[in-house]
């Protein structure tokens, strides 16, 4: 150790921190006892108890250990406390220090998306098709010499609340939970002595079928221990003990409890988990390590249907937090990590962003060989190359359009001109592969769809999409094949088109650092805010010097009052849904408009077809009223303050087609932002008007 540590032989630079280091994994976890300050029980000669400082300074004293701070800053770490660096031996959820012991976490460890500020360190993760579930077992336990009963517990009822949240919601096809304490223990500091809640989260995973599909790795004990499930009479799952790294209690005595043999006590130990996806099987290999030698393993085999999504657990919560700016920034980012390359000053562009769709702008960036603007021509070239980058607009603080750069051209003058494509444009270059669902939420299916344009292992990398899709509650079938050829993007579309959906690519910041820029394709039955009485209203008597048009279009497929959707095939094997007829307005003397119009390839069921025909009908029957208002983007409504796509808007115009005034309410179904003018254009559709086909005219 260094010598600057409250307490030096209480924390650790183990030889063993390079050995796993060496291994180059894909992220380390560390379950619990980093350091032994036991902080709060007066002992080590620590004062001050479980004060802030003394946590912050734990926390330092740890991470400044040459061994650690190299696997730490090389590879992925995740860290949930045990007792010894959460409190005192066995401590619990009852120590005077708790609320400080969360606020420094937070502050000084990094950590997926938390669910409050004073609530356990609980967190949930999926790579490829196997999720991940990091328990907080000291935050919010009952001591442990309390009664074992029902009321024992833990976890806490709003972790297990978020647990079974996970468990129901996740699209994973295999689990794997990690703890620190001890599932298989016999000690009053282990599972042992909270049998009934055990018993009963043993239950919440049986009920949503993941007993067979799961393993579990703990700390805690300072021992090697593997049962392939046979001796594990809570849930017959595979478990893994997984420790002692470096400290370890010669006098403790071997246990036999698991099935592969006693277990090992001693340091210089750790345990992999180690996946291979096989499209129909997913093998996980639960291993046991001495040093670079192996001690045992066992791989666990789940038997999956093929590829699947990878959506997140529930709604994903945004980190990006809007503030009023008098300027929109330029960023030149990596565009399958999101990191920051440079910031790009005085970019000009016209840019839009529709839902359901990609749009298409042409980046002007001076280059100016010194002077304020001069970025260096190394830095410039990361920043702005094509395929690699991404040029992402903040606007408010909010990370709010990125376009993929697809082409750069650059000579003697002093303009590069980037043409890009936003990121829904990525979605065209991939495409789908083998599904067959059955009785699927429409969500789950969009996941699925949007997984294929994800990494292909063994070849490469996505654009690194997070794809946030909860369940919708509706369920269709649909069947997609390879030789279709079909694009990521059409299928989207397609999906949209079913009116039970709508999608996005949005934005956001990984963190409050704001050097990372995250890529969520959001899918929900509606995206935005619906409101009678809105928050944004635009005003042509206003700071924001609003202007508007209305078109209303009645033009081929925006009007039809006889509509028939038909499905793909040829002749009579070629179904096709009713005509869906206005009789109200042939009757007053319209003439016949006919639609055909083909919802999706996927779709065959007659009765499907003619659901869609009703609903089209009553989206065309009156053509599409379209506004589009253009107001200076600085004053208020102001984006992602005041209003967002997908949100319902306000207007109150005065113009010559309306001298008399004219107000109403409509959605923005896109945006449109020209940052040389300094004029935002939220573009606005009749609630009865279709979406899908706005953008088409974009």
Not at 56 to 71: C, E, G, I, T, W
Not at 132 to 142: G, K, T
Request: negative net charge; glycine residues 10%.
């Amino acid at each position: 150790v260094l010598g600057d540590e409250l307490v030096p032989d209480r924390v650790s630079n183990a030889e063993v921190f390079d050995t796993i280091r060496a291994r180059n994994p894909l992220m380390f976890v560390h379950l619990g006892d980093r350091g032994y300050y036991d902080l709060g029980s007066g002992l080590h000669g620590i004062s001050g108890g479980g004060s802030v400082a003394n946590y912050q300074k734990a926390y330092v004293d740890n991470s400044r250990q040459p061994r650690q701070l190299a696997l730490q800053t090389q590879v992925p770490t995740q860290y949930v406390y045990d007792d010894h660096d959460w409190g005192p031996n066995d401590s619990d959820g009852t120590i005077p220090g708790r609320g400080n012991h969360l606020q420094v976490y937070r502050q000084m460890v990094p950590h997926y998306p938390l669910a409050g500020a004073d609530t356990p360190v609980d967190q949930y993760w999926q790579i490829g098709r196997v999720g991940f579930i990091l328990s907080d077992l000291r935050a919010d336990a009952d001591p442990n010499n309390a009664p074992d009963g029902p009321g024992k517990s833990m976890m806490g009822a709003a972790q297990k609340a978020r647990l079974e949240m996970f468990l129901r919601t996740t699209p994973a096809a295999a689990l794997v939970w990690l703890m620190p304490r001890q599932w298989m223990g016999v000690s009053s500091d282990s599972w042992a002595a909270f049998s009934r809640e055990r018993d009963e989260l043993v239950a919440l995973f049986e009920q949503h079928g993941w007993l067979d599909r799961m393993v579990l790795v703990y700390g805690d004990r300072h021992a090697l221990g593997l049962d392939t499930g046979g001796n594990n009479t809570w849930g017959g799952f595979p478990v893994l003990q997984a420790a002692a790294m470096d400290t370890s209690f010669p006098s403790s005595p071997v246990m036999t409890r698991f099935d592969t043999g006693p277990d090992r006590p001693g340091r210089n130990q750790y345990g992999t988990i180690t996946v291979a996806d096989k499209g129909d099987s997913i093998d996980i290999t639960l291993a046991g390590w001495i040093g670079s030698a192996l001690w045992r393993s066992h791989t666990h085999t789940v038997e999956v249907a093929g590829p699947a999504p990878s959506p997140s657990p529930g709604p994903r919560p945004r980190v990006a937090v809007a503030q009023v700016r008098t300027r929109v920034t330029w960023l030149g980012c990596d565009v399958v990590s999101g990191r920051k390359i440079a910031e790009l000053p005085d970019v000009t562009a016209s840019v839009e962003r529709v839902l359901n769709s990609y749009s298409s702008a042409d980046l002007v960036l001076p280059q100016p060989t010194g002077g304020p603007g001069h970025i260096p021509p190394a830095l410039l070239d990361r920043a702005t190359q094509p395929i690699r980058s991404m040029i992402v607009l903040v606007v408010n603080d909010v990370p709010s359009w990125a376009g993929w750069v697809r082409n750069r051209v650059r000579g003697t003058d002093a303009q590069m001109h980037l043409p890009c494509v936003t990121l829904e444009g990525y979605l065209r270059e991939r495409r789908v592969r083998d599904h067959i669902f059955v009785q699927r939420d429409v969500a789950s299916i969009a996941a699925a769809l949007a997984g294929d344009a994800g990494d292909i292992t063994g070849v490469g990398s996505g654009i690194g999409l997070i794809v946030d899709a909860p369940a919708t509650g509706v369920l269709r079938d649909r069947t997609y094949l390879v030789s279709d050829r079909m694009t990521v993007y059409d299928a989207l579309r397609e999906l949209a088109d079913s009116g039970l959906i709508e999608w996005t690519i949005d934005l956001d910041w990984e963190d409050s650092r704001q050097q990372v820029v995250t890529k969520i394709l959001r899918v929900r039955p509606r995206i935005g805010q619906a409101s009678d009485q809105p928050k944004a209203r635009f005003a042509t008597r206003s700071a924001s010097e609003t202007t508007y048009r209305l078109s209303e279009d009645h033009t081929s497929g925006r009007y039809g009052n006889y509509l028939v959707a038909y499905a793909p095939g040829e002749g009579e094997d070629q179904p096709a849904s009713a005509p869906a007829i206005d009789q109200a307005a042939l009757d007053a003397g319209m003439p016949i408009v006919e639609l055909h119009w083909q919802p999706s390839t996927a779709i065959v069921e007659t009765e499907t077809l003619d659901e869609h025909a009703q609903r089209r009908l009553a989206e065309v029957r009156r053509g599409a009223m379209v506004w589009e208002l253009s107001a200076r983007w600085d004053q208020y409504p102001r984006l992602n303050v005041d209003w967002a796509i997908g949100d319902d808007i306000g207007w109150d115009l005065v113009g010559h087609g309306h001298p008399d005034g004219v107000q109403g309410v409509g959605r923005a179904i896109g945006w449109a932002l020209d940052t040389q003018r300094g004029l935002v254009r939220p573009i606005l559709l009749d609630p009865q008007s279709d979406p899908e086909a706005e953008a088409e005219e974009l």
